[in-house]
C-alpha cells in the first residue's frame, strides 16, 4: 500500500506485459454467439475536413471484436464513410457553419447511443465549443454506456475548468460532469493542455500527473507515449513500455481509440479495454516494424494485426 497518498511508489504501479494480460483474458463470446452478444459500439467522430479518422477508428473497433458497428459523422460525408466501410450503419448528423456537430445532433443519436455497450466520441471532429456542448447534452443518457472520449472530444474537461475559474464564487470547485464510465486518452501535450499543467512537468512524472487527472475528473485517464500510464479514479495505475517510434504518425491516436472502443463494447471494462488496448496497439507497432521497418507503416494497418495479437494472447496459447 501507498503510505503517501500524495505521492505514487513503484509498488503501486502495475507492470502490463504479456504475462499480466494473459491473466486478465478479455471476455469471449460463446462458439455459437450472434453479433449482439459481442455488443454494439457507435463512433461519433470525423468531419469534412477529416472523414479518414472515423474510418480508422471505427475499423478498428471492429477488427478489435465488436459485433454490431453504427457511425455517426457529419452529414456532408456520411455517404462517403458508409463506401469505405460497408459493415456500418452510418447516420449523417447536422454541421455547425464551421464544420462541426451541431449539439442538437443529440436528438438523432442519444436514443440509439444509450443501447450501445460502447461510445467513442472525438476523432477527426471540429468546433471544440459545439462538441464540448453536444458532449454535456449526451452524457446523461449514457449512464450504463462506457464512453471513450479522445481528441477535440477531451476539451470538456478543460472548458469545465475554466468555467471554474472564471466563477465569481470562490468557493466553487470543480465537478466532473463523468457520472458514467468515461475514458480519456490524452498524449503528454494534451495533458498539459487539459489538466493546465507544464507539458515538461508531465513528462518528468506521468504517473503522478494521470493519477492527479483521473481523480480530479472522475475518469480513466490513459496518458499516451513511449511508456503509457492508465490511471483510474480510485487509485489504480498501470504502466505500459513498448512500441516504437513509428506509432507516431497521423491516425495512430485514431486507430488506439477504435481499439479500446471495440474491446469495450464486446464486454470488457473499461479500464481492461483501456490497458489491453494500449498494449494491442503498440504490439501492432512492433510487428509492422519488423516486417517494414521502424518508420513509414501507416496507422491503418495497425488494426489488420489486432485480430491475431489477441488469440496469441489468450491463456492457453
Known amino acids: ?33 450472434d453479433k449482439e452478444e459481442r455488443g454494439r459500439v457507435l463512433v461519433i ?29 457529419a ?24 464544420g462541426g456537430i451541431a449539439p442538437s445532433a443529440v436528438d438523432v443519436i442519444g ?23 453536444f458532449i454535456l447534452s449526451l452524457l446523461p443518457r449514457l449512464a450504463e454506456t462506457k464512453v471513450v472520449l479522445d481528441a477535440c472530444a477531451m476539451n470538456v474537461v478543460r472548458r469545465q475548468l475554466q ?11 470543480y465537478v466532473s460532469s463523468f457520472s458514467s464510465p468515461v475514458l480519456l486518452t490524452p498524449h503528454a501535450g494534451e495533458m498539459a493542455h487539459l489538466a493546465a499543467l ?17 481523480r480530479r ?21 498501470w504502466r505500459h513500455e513498448g512500441g516504437n517510434v513509428g506509432l507516431a504518425t497521423s491516425g495512430s491516436g485514431d486507430t488506439l481509440a477504435g481499439i479500446i472502443a471495440g474491446l469495450a463494447a464486446r464486454g470488457a471494462p473499461l479500464e481492461q479495454a483501456c490497458v489491453w488496448g494500449i498494449a494491442l496497439h503498440a504490439r501492432a507497432g512492433v510487428r509492422l516494424a ?15 494485426e489486432i485480430p491475431a495479437l489477441m488469440h496469441a494472447l489468450r491463456p492457453d496459447e
Open 1 to 33: 500500500m501507498n503510505d503517501h497518498p500524495g505521492k505514487v511508489q513503484d509498488s503501486d504501479v502495475i507492470k502490463v506485459d504479456d504475462a499480466f494480460l494473459r491473466g486478465w483474458p478479455l471476455p469471449m463470446p460463446s462458439d455459437d454467439g
Open 45 to 73: 467522430a470525423g468531419s469534412r475536413e477529416m472523414p479518414g479518422a472515423v474510418i480508422l477508428a471505427a475499423t478498428a473497433a471492429l477488427r478489435a471484436g465488436a459485433g454490431k458497428l453504427t457511425i455517426a459523422t
Open 75 to 98: 452529414g456532408s460525408v456520411a455517404t462517403l464513410v458508409a463506401l469505405a466501410i460497408p459493415e456500418s450503419r452510418v447516420i449523417g448528423l447536422p454541421e455547425t457553419a464551421t
Open 111 to 133: 436514443t440509439l447511443a444509450s443501447r450501445c455497450g460502447a461510445v467513442l466520441i472525438g476523432p477527426g471532429m471540429l468546433d471544440e465549443p459545439a462538441i464540448c456542448a
Open 163 to 173: 468555467a471554474v475559474d472564471a466563477s465569481h464564487h470562490a468557493q466553487q470547485k
Open 198 to 214: 507544464d507539458k515538461q512537468a508531465v513528462l518528468d512524472n506521468p504517473v503522478e500527473a494521470a493519477r492527479q487527472s483521473a
Open 217 to 237: 475528473w472522475n475518469a480513466l485517464v490513459a496518458l499516451k507515449g513511449a511508456t503509457s500510464v492508465m490511471a483510474a479514479p480510485d487509485g489504480r495505475i
Open 290 to 304: 519488423l516486417r517494414h521497418g521502424p518508420l513509414g507503416y501507416l496507422a491503418g494497418e495497425l488494426a489488420m
